[in-house]
């Protein structure tokens, strides 16, 4: 019998094994200062690509007005209890109906927190006689709902629709058994490569095979389709999407969450999602904050215009300089380079200390081994300046990595 901390002080994990030598820097890192473009990083300005600041909103006069507004008028202790109980408010339900006409469902209902949200609506809306089928590069949160699930899940391979059918029919068989229902979980825009889900194809799937369609699309709402409401109308099939899901940690660049839908399974997730029912209700000053920035975002075209503008000059100037991006599809900016993980290390380190360029880097297990993702996240706020100087920062080191100035054993030690 082994004892369960001994257990875990010899099995870190594979990001915690390196905690020592990265923590405060290449993971933990403190941004500090004015949410902008630029902020500083241990004593020293940075310009930023790591931000969830699409549209700028998070400094934007109007909000940082309302946020004031609704902490001095409200504190944030009310309401005092779970919904249920007793924190319900008119203001929570007017954002709710706000965000329903929004997203052209129903009804909706606000989440405390998106990924515990998301993990609590799977968990809500199936039963062991149901079969989950999700896509493989699905969000954590879509993966640990998930896994709380007691019946069957099917994968499919990063939106393979071919492959999705052959998990439908397989899907369809059990059900038929267990008299059981099919759900499909999927995300409007995939937050490591960018490129959207084939939500499209998927509702196409709808005249053949019987499943309802839950999307996440944390990175979609505000940032795409013609008016925000995201990757369901820019592909042109909201109605075919059943359950959508937004986040407000992303282009609202506060924190909550919500899911739309009709109006009966709204009704059925307030009385039976545990993550709601048992949880204290969000706070007056973030529904007031979500208000406000819903009504930018519905009233002011020009921040998504603006976001676009820094997304395309950033997505084609990176391919026009020889860089390889994937296939991404929305704001998420992704770069890829070939190295190892010391060498991704030593590439990041310089390029903040000596470019003064903050990006974030990602590495195994969350890409395969021997790939170095830089994830960049243009914002309204960045400037074409911005961009032109960091292209120009990683011809540089793209060539010191070719070169192999970078490499080394062991990761940089900054502490």
């Not at 029919?169 to 995939?190: C, D, H, M, P, Q």
């Not at 095979?209 to 013609?226: N, P, S, W």
């Not at 099939?237 to 937004?246: H, K």
């Not at 002011?300 to 860089?323: M, R, S, T």
Request: proline share 3%.
């Amino acid at each position: 019998m082994a004892d369960l901390f001994e257990k875990i002080s010899k099995n870190r994990g594979p990001l915690g094994m390196h905690a020592k030598e990265s923590h405060g820097y290449f993971t933990f890192p403190k941004l500090e200062g004015e949410i902008s473009n630029r902020m500083v990083f241990r004593g020293k300005e940075k310009l930023v690509w790591s931000l969830n600041n699409y549209l700028g909103l998070a400094n934007h006069p109007e909000v940082r007005k309302a946020d004031t507004e609704g902490a001095q008028s409200y504190g944030f202790g009310l309401p005092m209890g779970a919904r249920m109980m007793s924190g319900e408010s008119n203001l929570h339900n007017k954002l709710e109906q706000e965000l329903a006409e929004f997203e052209s469902k129903e009804d909706a209902i606000l989440l405390n927190f998106g990924y515990q949200g998301m993990v609590s609506a799977i968990d809500c809306l199936v039963d062991r006689h149901d079969v989950i089928v999700y896509d493989s590069e699905s969000h954590a949160c879509i993966i640990d709902g998930v896994r709380l699930h007691m019946g069957k899940r099917f994968v499919f391979p990063h939106n393979d629709i071919a492959n999705l059918e052959k998990q439908l029919e397989r899907a369809t068989k059990l059900v038929e058994e267990t008299n059981g229902s099919i759900l499909v979980l999927t995300e409007g825009v995939f937050g490591m490569s960018g490129d959207q889900g084939k939500l499209k194809e998927i509702v196409a799937l709808k005249k053949k095979y019987e499943f309802r369609l839950f999307v996440d699309d944390a990175h979609g709402f505000g940032t795409m389709g013609k008016t925000g409401a995201g990757t369901g109308e820019e592909q042109g099939v909201q109605d075919g999407i059943d359950i959508y899901f937004g986040t407000f940690a992303k282009s609202m660049a506060l924190i909550g969450g919500f899911i739309a839908s009709d109006a009966q399974v709204i009704e059925y997730l307030k009385y039976n999602m545990r993550s709601q029912i048992f949880a204290k209700s969000l706070p007056m000053p973030l529904v007031i904050g979500s208000l406000k920035r819903l009504e930018l975002l519905r009233s002011q075209p020009q921040l998504k215009d603006n976001l676009w503008k820094i997304v395309n000059a950033l997505q084609n100037g990176l391919k026009e300089a020889g860089f390889e991006i994937g296939k991404t599809q929305s704001p998420v900016t992704p770069v890829y380079l070939n190295g190892s993980i010391p060498e991704a290390t030593n590439l990041i380190y310089d390029l903040r200390e000596n470019f003064d360029v903050f990006c974030s880097m990602v590495v195994y297990p969350v890409v395969p081994k021997g790939i170095i993702m830089l994830r960049l996240i243009p914002t309204a706020v960045h400037t074409l300046e911005d961009v032109k100087y960091t292209i120009e920062c990683f011809s540089k080191i793209k060539n010191k990595l070719a070169s192999g100035k970078y490499q080394a054993e062991k990761i940089v030690d900054v502490n």
